[in-house]
């Protein structure tokens, strides 16, 4: 089954997402997003993330965004992105604006939610390097490829490195997703990993010399 043009677009009435993680070792950050489109209650789920070897992390969590009638263009209070599809299964870029929580102990965080309200956005570009291959063949496929921007929090940062997106449909949360070390110019600083509640489960981004996102399911 080859993945195609098409599979770049929207797929109907159920839940379907995008995430994208990329991975800098030269400034020794990662960033992070997953948004969740659920037709049945009009609503979207949304996480973006900062992590950096040298500050605290910064997380942006909202689970009940009112859904877009069409693409992928969000806004809540103090949250607006973007995510377009320049040219299918190679280019894609991304937009945030947005306002999170940094993060000091991120086991408490995942508990009780506390943090230092920090502004957090972003400008990026994804360029593919590798063809898109099937993770779940007809719901979720993967690509690699190249991430660069610039990250903005209180100052603005360039972003160049390893990145690597997923696309998936017909399941609440996105399947796997890692940067290797071999996309990566260097090695990333081991951190805490995080946990962000999402979708009826738990995200988890985990960064040592591999930047790894994924999701379990509560009970799971």
């Known amino acids: 089954m080859t993945i195609g043009a098409a599979d770049e677009g929207d797929h109907g009435d159920v839940d ?8 800098d070792a030269d400034a020794d ?21 900062r ?6 992390p910064i997380i942006v969590v909202d689970e009940e965004i009112a859904a877009p009638p069409s693409r992928w263009e969000i806004r809540s209070s103090g949250l607006w992105a973007d ?3 320049e040219t299918a299964l190679d280019h894609w870029s991304y937009g945030l604006e947005a306002f999170g929580l940094e993060v000091d102990d991120p086991e408490t965080w995942s508990t009780h939610g506390l943090g230092h ?9 994804f360029e593919a390097d590798a063809a898109a291959a099937w993770h779940r063949p007809g719901e979720a496929y993967i690509q690699e490829g ?3 921007g610039i990250v903005l929090t209180d100052r603005t940062e360039p972003i160049d490195g390893g990145a690597v997106r997923a696309h998936w449909w017909g399941a609440p949360a996105p399947p796997p997703i890692a940067v290797q070390p ?3 110019r260097g090695r990333l600083a081991a951190r805490d990993d995080l946990v962000i509640p999402l979708a009826g489960g738990r995200l988890g981004l985990s960064v040592d010399g591999v930047a790894e996102l994924s999701w379990t399911a509560d009970g799971g």
């Open 16 to 23: 379907e997402g995008h995430a994208l993680v990329v991975a």
């Open 29 to 49: 950050v990662v960033v992070a997003l997953v948004i969740v489109k659920r037709p049945t209650t009009s609503t979207v789920g949304f996480v973006a993330v």
């Open 51 to 56: 992590s950096s070897g040298s500050d605290d």
């Open 83 to 85: 995510h377009i599809c």
């Open 117 to 125: 309200r920090r502004p957090l956005g972003w400008e990026l570009e």
């Open 146 to 148: 190249r991430g660069h």
């Open 182 to 184: 071999g996309r990566v």
